[in-house]
């Protein structure tokens, strides 16, 4: 059978304009889709204006101007980073737009951030006075595995970046915890230290006087700037057996040397640190790698100290509260427009798949003066108002 030339050039045209009108239907249901929005489901795949499942793992938020900045570990193929730290913003807090790598690994062997290296829990900071963005995270040198244990450094003259990694090291070395005694500062004697074990060993001071020169660990990590705009380091320290709280400089970029312990010897890793009607809280994890554990909390009158602990703030089942809600505290987020109130941001890790490691935000309620976590499979901001 002959067709005309005519009709086959209609035929492909109508072909291609159906083609194209099928393209842009699923460009504009995606769009949709992300505009429309208004509430978050913990532990389901969270999609950003491209329709990807977001890529800021280990995470912390920055509001800056209005918007909200995600900063995660962009994960791919594993743990070590292949790629660097995303970053995403958002107006509301459910939608985000996707700003691209705010701090990419390098492709140079002898940087300490080449690819391949361990960048986790990156958190940005704006310093009004340098108006700089300041990016710190944990940093371990590639195929060295988690034995190096320092911070990692990056400024930006711009909030998504890119950002110029500056250097790394471990925090306050040659500074003493405030609170150490003449005692705990002196050379251990090698039978009393030999003697000590466990727990014990690790209270005393153990692996303070051993880091004393070459600076204090850290891992796991947190910054929180206060009411006065002094910023602080929280990081898990001494093998993950202590935490540390380090003062930053007026710069944000390195440290004053004043710096204390808490909760030493009981294992903490995931702080996060807030402050609710003049007090200091804190929730973070116990030490079992990727898996999930009870959450623990903490409160002080003073971001320095002394801190107690109030025990684990998940309620539920007996699962949910042993497993956080199969998640690990990463930040707080203070909650847009309310005061007082807070989003408690968890990462539920997948290390087989880790890029499709799912995020668990939940609102901090209260029981009293406890801060307590319960279990939305979807809930918005107006659960804030109804309390």
Known sequence: MFLPASYINTMRFRTLCVLALVLFASIDLSVAQFKSKSSFSPGELWLDNNGVH??????????????????????WNGNTALVGV???????????KDEG??????????????????????????????????????????????????????????????FTYIRSF?????????????????????EKEKALKGRAAVIGGRFVRRDYERGQMSRDMTLYVDDDRKA?????????????LHELTEDYTGFTGKWTRIFPGNENEGPAIFKHKGKYYMISSGCT????????SGVADSILGPWKSMGNPCRGTD???????????????????????????????????SSDGRYVWLPIEWEGDKPVLNWHAEWNMSVFSEK
């Open 170 to 190: 471990r925090p306050n070395a040659g500074h003493w915890p405030i609170e150490a005694t003449d005692e705990f500062k002196s050379p251990a004697d090698p």
């Open 101 to 162: 790598i705010a701090l990419a690994v390098s492709e140079d062997p002898a940087s300490e951030i080449t690819k391949g290296c361990i960048i986790e829990r990156p958190k940005v900071i704006y310093n009004e006075a340098t108006k700089k963005f300041v990016m710190w995270f944990h940093l371990e040198y590639k195929g060295r595995d988690y034995k190096e244990a320092r911070v990692g450094l990056a400024t930006s003259d711009k909030v998504t970046g890119p």
């Open 54 to 75: 977001i890529n800021a793992h280990g995470g912390g938020i920055l509001l800056h101007q209005g918007i909200y900045y995600w900063f995660g570990e962009h994960k």
């Open 319 to 353: 699962q949910e509260k042993k497993t956080t809600f199969e998640s690990q505290s990463t930040f707080i987020l203070p909650a847009p427009d309310r005061p007082d109130s807070f989003i408690f941001m968890g990462d539920r890790w997948r290390p087989e798949n």
């Open 232 to 244: 602080y380091l929280l990081t898990s320290s001494e093998e993950n057996q202590t935490l540390h």
């Open 86 to 96: 995303h970053v995403y913003s958002s107006r509301d807090l459910y939608n985000w």
């Open 289 to 296: 790698g990727w898996k999930p554990n009870p959450a623990r």
